[in-house]
């Protein structure tokens, strides 16, 4: 009776990579802070902890992994391996970052130009 | 205070109570945190929203990153804390082995460009010690502008090193203090070491318009800088 998962708790009060059980990142490439993420809506299932659980509620709609992060309180490192989870598991969608290469393309940079331009 | 229990009071359960607001208040001022909501201003992006980019808005402390950022930005600017792990405690070198993770605070916005793709800018502090936490924030950025304060223009040259670390583009923006020292361009590119294609702009970053001008300022050189290495 020493780790009796039902009595195991989890709470705001535990050092970020505690949450993580100690993962600094998942297997592939970290999901960058503006990778866009959504839930998809299938039912998590009942033994998904409530960190899980915090960020889908974040998730009901289109946001970044920092704005995910920005409203757990939680540092985006944290947070970037719980969605990865999410992601493996099928309960979020993500859309990567436009620029995928080290670099973005003009046709993207003129995107953006043309984009700023029109608030003014 | 009758206007503050009001503005606690639950939306929709005020029907009929009197409009506690304030003058010159709007609805939106008042309007409480709101639940999924795809709407500019909305917690949510479009769902239209294809893809995202961001931009790093980088200097020393009290430069006028976040006013920047508050000022484009179509949500309140949010605030996260990014943690230095390994690599910065091999910098932090006070007394050996310290801690192995500090945080850095950025605050971050956000601007839906075109109904599909969306622009972060992440406010990054300068000092040399958060280089570390700049890098994963770096990664994929489409380039950086750097806000100089010309009462202090040596408090930038932390934030202009990494950029030259990181490889980042940039362009740089004197943010105009009232009361700031006026420099001339050729002065300020000599003090602060600017190639002659980098640009330097003077903004507000109290005005969305001049901010804006700012931005435009960058991304036109990086397009520029796009074009002619391809």
Excluded at chain 2, 19 to 44: I, Q, S
Excluded at chain 2, 120 to 130: D, M
């Amino acid at each position: 009776m020493t780790d009796d998962p039902e009595t195991r708790t989890t709470t705001r009060a535990v050092r970020p990579y505690v949450i993580t059980g100690g993962r600094a990142g998942a297997g592939g490439a970290p999901l960058s802070w503006e990778t866009l993420v959504t839930a998809t809506g299938t039912a998590a299932p009942e033994t998904l902890q409530p960190e899980y659980r915090m960020i889908l509620t974040h998730c009901r709609g289109l946001l970044s992994v920092a704005e995910v992060a920005a409203h757990l309180g939680q540092p985006p490192s944290v947070v970037q391996v719980l969605l990865a989870d999410l992601l493996d598991w099928g309960l979020i969608l993500s859309r990567p970052p436009v620029p995928r290469a080290e670099r973005a393309d003009a046709a993207t940079l003129r995107k953006v130009l043309h984009g700023l331009e029109s608030r003014l | 205070m009758a206007s503050k229990a009001a503005s606690e009071a639950p939306a929709g359960g005020a029907a009929g109570a009197p409009d506690p607001r304030l003058p010159g208040e709007t609805a939106a001022d008042r309007a409480p945190e709101r639940y999924p909501v795809a709407e500019p201003g909305g917690k949510y992006l479009a769902p239209g929203v294809a893809g995202a980019a961001k931009i790093l808005v980088v200097g020393p402390l009290g430069v006028g990153k976040t006013t920047l950022i508050g000022t484009v930005s179509e949500i309140r600017p949010l605030s996260t804390e990014a943690l230095m792990t390994r690599a910065g405690a091999r910098v932090d070198t006070r007394g050996g082995r310290t801690k192995t993770t500090t945080t850095v605070a950025l605050d971050f916005g956000r601007i839906t460009l075109d109904g599909d793709l969306v622009l972060y800018l992440f406010g990054t502090p300068g000092q040399q010690r958060f280089l570390p936490a700049w890098r994963d924030l770096a990664k994929g950025a489409l380039g950086a502008l750097a806000l100089v304060d010309t009462r202090d223009p040596a408090a930038s040259f932390d934030a202009l090193g990494n950029l030259e670390d990181l490889d980042l583009p940039f362009a740089v923006a004197v943010n105009a203090f009232p009361g700031s020292p006026v420099h001339s361009e050729d002065d300020l590119r000599v003090a602060l070491d600017l190639l002659p294609s980098t640009p330097l702009v003077s903004c507000d970053a109290r005005d969305a318009r001049s901010s804006v001008l700012a931005l435009i300022a960058l991304v036109r050189h990086l397009v520029h800088a796009a074009t002619e290495s391809s």
